[in-house]
């Protein structure tokens, strides 16, 4: 499984759209993290800003865009078949490219665990405990990834139509974002709908400095966690189930 | 029961109402290079596809290795090595990379066994050369290498020379041939180049329309069907009765330019010409002929040449 996983990530290579992917997503971040320092704010804010543009939109962008690369890849140049006839079967296939995806995830969680430090380092209020920043930008990487697991059943239907795929992905990447970003604006409050949930049971490990101000949002965005764990762990599984079951499908006629 | 390394019972396949393959029966004997023929869409890369797993089997059995192949899939493909169609590689990544991918997902075989198989089809070991720079040709080649490579005992080779120059027909020919000689390698393979089956195969199978129509050694299918005696006498008909009368002739066809082929070459020549002298009737003209593949393959498939 391993191999099979390191493979996807070789197939990467000196590819196009790869490098497009790895531009932009090293890209973005920037942004935020430039807007902190010109305006001097402190080292919390940045890490917010990172929080919501890196794990709610930049990681779920990769991960969807990455995945459907992956999957795509094999459609285009035919290659589906010859892994086929050494016996790899489909959900082995299937699994080793959502892994490929997560892998790619933890580095870019990575790349904007680096920019936040940086970020810190030129605002003279960082906090330096690297592994402490890494370890919240993965935990809300991994859980907004969670509420991103439909995207995988689009990628697998879509994926032969790599244009409409990349648009719908793109949709339900910036829809979702918009409901996180505007969470209050859209009334989302009531609404159960996964990466709200995500956001707002992961909004305790994002705060670094407690500060009075914060009790109201946290008191706002209260989520029981154990009911978002099971509404995370649902979504995920029931995609993955159903986008596994899709995808074996479509694959017993190569 | 003769054991054989591929065979197949009825194999059939059916897109919803309309069937591409239609109750075929192939039997490939170990050591033996099995070429299937026939023209473009006539079913043998599906009849390929279903004997290999990649596509679903509507009705019929395969059996290789003398079991079962449903429930050994992954025994057997370890013990496959294919060419299914044009051969799919990432484009971004050399021949050598693309090899490793390979070779790491079979995961057992032997330290050189890229370098090696790279080398046997003719192409260099660790160059820089990417996958979307190659000519069909060096993808064709690379399509073998993949199939080679973990030394299989069986080859399953869809239209191995499509595309290649005719230095490099000759190449691939000449190593299908010292694989199945040298090294005692099964190969079944598709083709509609007449040309090539006519001097690769022992066996051939010829399909049309997704039924087999014919299979036998392509020696015995020679020495059957392939030769025959033209004969043009008239009137046609008086010909073709006394003929049956005396000869007992079955096997003949009477062709649009009013000759005759009898397919039954054992009789002598001189015989019919002396029997048909004794009762009046002049022969214009009499040979002993012998048939291209591709003519045999008109014949069979009662229509156009292949091509």
Request: aromatic share 10%.
């Amino acid at each position: 499984m391993l191999s099979i996983c390191r493979n996807e990530l070789k197939k990467l290579k000196r590819q196009k759209m790869a490098r497009m992917l790895w531009a932009v997503g090293i890209l973005i971040p920037t942004f935020g993290t430039l807007l902190c320092i010109k305006n001097h704010y402190p080292f919390r804010n940045l890490v917010g800003t990172n929080v919501l543009f890196g794990s709610f939109l930049v990681i779920p962008f990769v991960f969807s865009a990455m995945l459907l690369n992956l999957f795509e890849l094999e459609e285009r140049n035919h290659t589906l078949k010859n892994i086929l006839v050494i016996g790899v079967p489909e959900w082995k296939i299937f699994l080793s490219k959502l892994a490929a995806a997560l892998v790619i995830v933890v580095v870019f969680t990575g790349i904007i665990t680096a920019y936040t430090v940086a970020g810190g380092i030129f605002l003279r209020n960082y906090i330096p405990d690297v592994f402490h920043i890494f370890g919240i930008f993965l935990i809300i990487s991994l859980c907004s990834i969670c509420a991103t697991m439909p995207v995988v059943l689009l990628i697998i239907m879509l994926r032969k139509r790599n244009l409409i795929a990349m648009i719908a992905i793109n949709c339900f990447i910036l829809i979702d974002f918009l409901f996180v970003w505007q969470l209050t604006m859209f009334h989302c409050l009531e609404m159960h709908l996964p990466v709200l949930v995500a956001f707002r049971i992961t909004y305790p490990f994002g705060i670094i400095e407690y500060t009075d101000n914060l009790k109201l949002g946290l008191d706002t965005l209260y989520y029981p966690m154990d009911k978002g764990i099971f509404l995370l762990g649902a979504t995920t599984a029931v995609s993955l189930v159903i986008s596994l079951w899709l995808y074996k499908r479509q694959e017993a006629d190569v | 029961m003769e054991n054989f390394i591929i065979e197949t019972k009825g194999l059939t396949k059916c897109y919803g109402d309309t069937a591409v393959v239609k109750g075929v029966d192939i039997h490939v004997k170990k050591g033996e290079v099995y070429a299937l023929l026939g023209r473009n869409g006539a079913g043998k890369t599906t009849i390929m596809k279903m004997l290999l797993g990649l596509s679903k089997i509507t009705k019929g059995t395969v059996h290789m290795f003398g079991q079962p192949f449903e429930g050994n899939k992954k025994e057997f493909l370890e013990r496959i090595g294919v060419m299914i169609e044009t051969p799919g590689f990432y484009p971004n990544l050399t021949a050598t990379e693309n090899l490793e991918i390979l070779a790491d997902l079979r995961g057992y075989i032997k330290r050189d066994a890229i370098k090696e198989s790279l080398e046997k089809v003719g192409l260099p070991y660790k160059d820089k050369k990417l996958f979307s720079e190659f000519s069909l040709g060096m993808k064709q080649r690379i399509g073998i290498a993949a199939a080679i490579i973990h030394d299989p005992e069986v080859l399953i080779l869809d239209e191995p020379v499509n595309g290649l120059d005719p230095i490099g027909v000759m190449e691939t020919r000449d190593f299908i041939r010292e694989l199945s000689q040298n090294y005692g390698k099964t190969i079944l393979l598709s083709s509609h180049i007449l040309s090539e089956i006519e001097l690769l195969a022992d066996r051939i199978g010829i399909i049309d329309k997704g039924i087999l129509l014919e299979e036998s050694l392509f020696e015995e299918l020679k020495k059957r069907n392939m030769h025959y005696i033209l004969l043009s006498a008239d009137p046609v008909e008086t010909v073709i009765h006394m003929l049956e009368e005396e000869f007992h002739i079955r096997d003949y066809r009477i062709m649009g330019n009013g000759c005759i082929q009898i397919f039954d070459t054992e009789i002598q020549t001189k015989e019919i010409v002396k029997f048909l002298a004794e009762r009046n009737i002049y022969v214009d003209a009499i040979n002993k002929c012998s048939d291209t593949l591709e003519d045999y393959f008109k014949r069979i498939t009662g229509g156009e040449g292949i091509a």
